[in-house]
């Protein structure tokens, strides 16, 4: 067995829980301020003004939890 391809592996393997942890956090909240948003702005699920703040918190949310997972204090 090659001992670069285990190293690949063990290093991608962090990055690849990191996104999950990013995705099982943000979707979630991307989803319940668009649904809010859909109570608060008159419009239907096509209108920017309502997808928009879902999708740009959803993505800050996303984009906090990789950076935490990846350079936090805790990582491996």
């Known amino acids: 067995m090659d001992a670069g ?3 690949d592996a063990d290093h991608s393997t962090p990055t690849l829980v990191a996104v999950a ?3 099982l956090f943000s979707v979630p909240v991307g ?3 668009t649904v809010m948003m859909t109570r ?3 419009g239907r699920l096509t209108e920017p003004l309502v997808v928009g703040p879902g999708f740009v918190i959803a993505l800050a949310v996303f984009a906090l939890v990789v950076a935490a997972a ?3 204090e ?3």
């Open 5 to 7: 391809a285990d190293a």
């Open 21 to 23: 942890y990013a995705l």
């Open 31 to 33: 989803v319940g301020v």
């Open 40 to 42: 608060v702005v008159p």
């Open 70 to 72: 990846r350079g936090g």
């Open 74 to 76: 805790n990582t491996a």
